[in-house]
């Protein structure tokens, strides 16, 4: 199905390997190749081949370039053909109004709670993303213990101090093994996939935004809402 394949193709997006790795490259690869061959890609499956082919070599920034681009292209295919409730977004490089356009869409429905976990969570989250949120709805964040950035503390310092309970916020801190997806979960129900951290999204690279199909939102739900309960608060 067309969800099917989006997923796969978002999966990918937010799993991109180190094209230095042969054997690491070689497998993502190949998994994307088939994506590219089941969303119709067309040319684009045979400048995939050389493109990966060729990594390593005198041309490898551009190469990679070239891998990104066409999976990309592949991505915005695809979401054409999903319906409407579950589309995300592509976001070009350089985008960022259209990041926070696609993300308002996800976090302005909220009624009772939004949990958004981003290993690398830094000050945006609040002073651009949880402002879209709307008032009086609880306000978590899930970062990894070792990755959280230093302008976050201070920032929520300031917010708790002047929104209090209107904008009630907690934010805690797990293991960094245990936490490698970036994601919003509004009331514990519908998630969102988020190709890149919160900090950075479309500002230099193309990012992805997309909704998880029912059953993955209830297994993400099931995951990550007792991790965020046993992790270590910041506060």
Known sequence: SAEGLYARLQEL?????????????????????????????????????????????ALHDQNVTTVRNIMYRAIAKVEKELPAAAQGGFIAAGDVFDAL??????????????????????????????????????VDLLGADSRIKDDLKPTAEVWMQQYGEKRPLRIRCADKAALHDRLLIVDDTDVWDVSQSLNAIAKRSPATIAKSRPEHADMKVEAYAPLFEEAAPLL
């Open 101 to 138: 356009a696609v993300m308002a869409t996800a976090l302005e429905g909220a009624t009772q709670r939004v949990l958004i976990v981003d290993p690398y969570m830094s000050k945006e989250a609040l002073t651009v993303f949880a402002l879209m949120i709307p008032e009086g709805v609880q």
């Open 13 to 57: 997006a937010g799993n991109e390997p180190d094209f230095t790795q042969p054997f690491d490259a070689a497998h993502w690869l190949g998994r994307l190749h088939q994506a590219v061959v089941d969303s119709g890609g067309g040319t684009d499956i045979a400048m995939l081949k050389i493109a990966g082919d060729n990594l390593g070599s």
